[in-house]
């Protein structure tokens, strides 16, 4: 028994010797390299995705304010009509005082002309002469700026003469209409105020018959087209009964 415990005794310090010399040393060099390695990676990947962040921010404002104002100041430049119109604003610009192809009572107009650079809406204005014409016209009546419209006695073009109407007023001679005398006469454009917008006064002698009168192109103002001389016969033919006159177009020059 003696002899037995101390080869175990021997052998178990022996083994204690080798046994814990050889354990020791190995546990600390396998658990420090490990935490070293992991605790280092996360670390740099972190600054990297702060940085494309920062990033499209600061492109993201720059296109958007570009885009946006050329859009919107495009549609904004539509003149506003005006009700109130200045004289001058409309002038008369061609008149077609004594057709032959129909009766005066069909076959009459007169054109307008708008010299402003707005449109004109003359609903309620009163187209008279200074005895006993007078006619109210009824809108819609809105002319374009630089452009024409042509009061007619009748609008249907397959009985006036084949005349191309924007507008129409009561053929009616002395009171409660308006004519277009083949003898001394006048043609006034006035505001529901009263205020005169233009006036012309012609006579006999101003017109040829079947022919539209127009006034040369350079004289379309209230006081040129007081004169004879800017005044001609028209040359062009518009309407498709065939006299002459250039009804919601340019006049043919005078001179
Ligand atoms: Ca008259
Ligand atoms: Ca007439
Ligand atoms: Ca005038
Ligand atoms: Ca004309």
Redesign the pocket.
Known sequence: MRIASLVVLSLAVGCSEYGVSNLTPLEPEVEAEVPDVVEDEPVPEAPTQQEPESDPPAQQPEPDPDPEPESDPEPEPLPPVVTIAQPGDLVFSEL????EVVS?DMG?WVELYNTASYPIDVSGYTFHDLDYDSWELSGPFIVPPGGYYVLCAETDASLNGGVPCDGWFQRVSLGGGL????VP?EVVLSRPDGVEIDRLEYDETWFTNGVAIGVDPSALDEDGNDDLDAWCDQVSVVSTGGEPGTPGQANDPCW
Do not use: R, Y
């Open positions: 077609m005082i004594n057709p005066d009459e004519a277009l005398a083949n006469d």
